[in-house]
């Protein structure tokens, strides 16, 4: 762990930022949890509710034209890539307003206008294929940054040691985020990793591994603004371990149902959210008429891309066999 939320100087306006975005990706996950409780939701649906300050502090350190790919729990990186909320929501749902015209749901999200390359429902599979993106850029001379966000469960998959391997090898500019939220599904980190910090597995292959507190979203906006400069610099990956929690369940099917009430409480304390809020209100000096108006406008945000997404029609059948690669 390398610094706290208070040392971390930024313009107050891209903090103020920072806020707005956290505050919406929570909203929105939480509709998407009421929807898919109603039904409304085909399929599965993976929230990221408590890691927000992941995807929205590393994300703030790259480009629109910089490149994100991320796992099936990746709506809150869509929505911090700069993703149109309800398009989203109208994907999610499966509607023919969607990114992927309703065809690709929750978990296949994508949109290459905004360097958002993908969420992808296979553990690990897209890690490989950011490498891929990556060594593009290289060859291509372009200075573009690829972030592949994954879990701690996918970092012990082969392709994870494959993929650090040959990035090392051929210096590509990726930087590997593992949200660390103690879970692969049910199987609790300590029973599947053999090392304490996933962060030292990049050791292995000759580059920087550091692990950070993942609810602290100004450290991870600082350690990964310094592995990009790194990568666009040349100088090859780096692997970001973001420690958090995950308190919702795996996935949306069974949201709410906490293993126990105490351990609950306990997870809900690293909150990302109050705790930057706390910040912005102490050090920042932000007011709390301001905090409320950023939160207000999330809220409407979230709710009119729900109401865009039920208005909008679904895929229309005479396009199933269109965009599709057989
Ligand atoms: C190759 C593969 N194996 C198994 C699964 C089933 N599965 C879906 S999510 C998941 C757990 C992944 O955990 P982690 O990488 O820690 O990410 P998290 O869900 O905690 O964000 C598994 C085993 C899958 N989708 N793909």
Not at 84 to 100: F, H, Q, S, V, W
Request: net charge neutral.
């Amino acid at each position: 762990m390398t610094q706290s939320l208070k040392t971390t100087v930024l313009a107050q306006a891209q903090m103020l930022d920072f806020y707005r975005q956290m505050t919406l990706i929570r909203h929105f996950e939480e509709r998407v949890v009421e929807l898919f409780g109603k039904g409304l939701i085909s399929g599965s649906t993976h929230p990221c509710i408590a890691q927000e300050a992941i995807a929205v502090g590393a994300i703030a350190a790259v480009s629109r034209e910089d490149q994100v790919l991320a796992t099936y729990r990746g709506h809150g990186q869509m929505l911090a890539k700069g993703g149109d909320p309800k398009k989203i929501m109208a994907e999610i749902l499966c509607r023919g307003t969607g990114y992927c015209k309703g065809k690709g749901g929750s978990m296949h999200l994508c949109d290459p206008e905004i360097g958002f390359l993908g969420t992808n429902a296979i553990v690990a599979a897209h890690i490989p294929i950011a490498a891929g993106v990556a060594l593009a850029n290289k060859i291509r001379g372009n200075g573009l940054v690829t972030l592949c966000f994954f879990g701690d469960g996918a970092s012990n998959e082969g392709v994870f040691y494959e993929t650090a391997n040959m990035a090392a090898l051929w210096r590509v500019p990726l930087v590997m985020i593992c949200e660390n939220n103690g879970f692969a599904i049910s199987v609790p980190v300590e029973k599947a990793v053999s090392v304490k910090d996933i962060a030292v597995r990049a050791q292995a292959f000759g580059f920087p591994g550091e692990a950070v507190d993942g609810n602290d979203v100004l450290q991870v906006y600082e350690i990964t603004r310094k592995a990009v400069e790194r990568a666009r610099r040349g100088d090859g990956p780096t692997l970001i371990e973001c420690k958090t929690v995950r308190w919702e369940r795996h996935s949306a099917i069974s949201a709410g149902k906490y293993a126990s009430r105490e351990e609950m409480k306990r997870w809900q304390k690293t909150d990302p959210i109050p705790r930057f809020r706390a910040h912005l209100a102490d050090t920042v000096r932000v007011s709390g008429a301001q905090l409320e108006s950023i939160e207000r406008e999330a809220r409407e945000v979230g709710d009119q891309a729900v109401e865009f997404a039920l208005q909008s029609p679904p895929a229309a059948e005479s396009e199933l066999a269109e965009d599709i690669f057989a």
